[in-house]
């Protein structure tokens, strides 16, 4: 019986903490990382970013489920996650988030002083980012600014210095870009909800099939920005064709939203993901 209960509490917090979201920002963080180190750095580095990276989005996460424990309650879409149903109490939410975060800050300073310095500046944007969609439509940009802290923090856990930052600046505006897109994608299937609970997101502001215009706007410009790169920086004929795919997952997920968007925000994106870590390590010189 012991472990019975102890393997439900464990599906319980693995519900709750999403690890597998993990897939949108890992591969931008190693992309981050390689742009710098132009190779695979030592294994220990490797260890420390995913561990940190695991911190840090456990925390993100434990954190948004937190602040949007009430609105969950209210969404029939999001009922039945494990604070609004009741199968776990708000002081183990908090005791995942704390942990995670000392996981996340000590991988930080394990690695350089300077990630230990800026390592509360990710958290800060994704304690924010909840209240946006409270306040303005703008909220998906603040997500993507959010996000887009892992291609730099994977630089600079090479780097360990802020000197010289500008080279992962293409990957970094393709975040931003990237995500708040595909957070609109994501936002269409709270349409009514949001309009109903006066939230701010595009869809309900401006009805989906605007929206998921917009996004593709989006997803136009965050692919101009992976060309750029690849121009620049990664110019090769094998990078190219990972550059091409990229654009057919973008053009896929767009075909699709409107119909599917659930697979269009997580399948989708997460291939997308990996793809440009593989455009990174096939260009690298």
Same mark, same amino acid.
């Given at each position: 019986?012991?472990?019975?209960?102890?393997?439900?509490?464990?599906?319980?917090?693995?519900?709750?903490?999403?690890?597998?979201?993990?897939?949108?920002?890992?591969?931008?963080?190693?992309?981050?990382? /390689?742009?710098?180190?132009?190779? @695979?750095?030592? *294994?220990? =580095?490797?260890?420390?970013?995913?561990? +940190?990276?695991? $911190? &840090?989005?456990?925390?993100?996460?434990?954190?948004?489920?937190?602040?949007?424990?009430?609105?969950?309650?209210?969404?029939?879409?999001?009922?039945?996650?494990?604070?609004?149903?009741?199968?776990?109490?708000?002081?183990?939410?908090?005791?995942?988030?704390?942990?995670?975060?000392?996981?996340?800050?000590?991988?930080?300073?394990?690695?350089?002083?300077?990630?230990?310095?800026?390592?509360?500046?990710?958290?800060?944007?994704?304690?924010?980012?909840?209240? /946006?969609?409270?306040?303005?439509? @703008?909220?998906? *940009?603040? =997500?993507?600014?959010?996000?887009?802290? +892992?291609?730099? $923090? &994977?630089?600079?856990?090479?780097?360990?210095?802020?000197?010289?930052?500008?080279?992962?600046?293409?990957?970094?505006?393709?975040?931003?870009?990237?995500?708040?897109?595909?957070?609109?994608?994501?936002?269409?299937?709270?349409?009514?909800?949001?309009?109903?609970?006066?939230?701010?997101?595009?869809?309900?502001?401006?009805?989906?099939?605007?929206?998921?215009?917009?996004?593709?706007?989006?997803?136009?410009?965050?692919?101009?920005?992976?060309?750029?790169?690849?121009?620049?920086?990664?110019?090769?004929?094998? *990078?190219?064709?990972?550059?091409?795919?990229?654009?057919?997952?973008?053009?896929?997920?767009?075909?699709?939203?409107?119909?599917?968007?659930?697979?269009?925000?997580?399948?989708?994106?997460?291939?997308?993901?990996?793809?440009?870590?593989?455009?990174?390590?096939?260009?690298?010189?």
């Amino acid at each position: 019986m012991t472990m019975t209960l102890t393997a439900q509490r464990l599906r319980t917090y693995a519900g709750f903490i999403k690890l597998e979201h993990t897939i949108f920002s890992l591969p931008l963080i190693f992309a981050g990382l /390689l742009l710098y180190t132009h190779g @695979w750095p030592r *294994a220990r =580095l490797i260890v420390l970013v995913i561990l +940190a990276a695991a $911190g &840090g989005r456990i925390t993100a996460m434990g954190l948004n489920r937190l602040i949007d424990a009430e609105i969950d309650a209210r969404n029939p879409r999001t009922q039945a996650r494990e604070l609004p149903r009741g199968v776990m109490r708000h002081a183990e939410a908090w005791l995942i988030v704390i942990l995670a975060g000392l996981l996340y800050i000590g991988s930080a300073a394990a690695i350089a002083p300077v990630c230990l310095w800026l390592s509360p500046i990710p958290v800060a944007l994704f304690v924010i980012y909840p209240y /946006l969609k409270r306040w303005t439509v @703008w909220s998906h *940009a603040g =997500l993507g600014l959010a996000w887009s802290m +892992a291609p730099l $923090g &994977g630089w600079l856990a090479g780097a360990k210095q802020l000197s010289g930052v500008g080279e992962v600046g293409w990957l970094w505006l393709f975040s931003v870009l990237w995500v708040s897109g595909f957070d609109v994608i994501y936002a269409t299937m709270d349409e009514a909800f949001d309009r109903s609970e006066r939230l701010h997101s595009l869809p309900a502001r401006l009805g989906r099939r605007r929206a998921l215009q917009l996004a593709a706007v989006e997803h136009a410009l965050a692919f101009a920005c992976l060309a750029l790169l690849w121009r620049q920086q990664l110019y090769s004929p094998v *990078a190219f064709i990972w550059l091409v795919g990229i654009g057919l997952m973008f053009v896929w997920q767009h075909a699709v939203a409107e119909r599917r968007p659930a697979f269009a925000f997580f399948q989708l994106n997460g291939v997308l993901g990996f793809l440009v870590l593989g455009l990174v390590i096939t260009g690298m010189r």
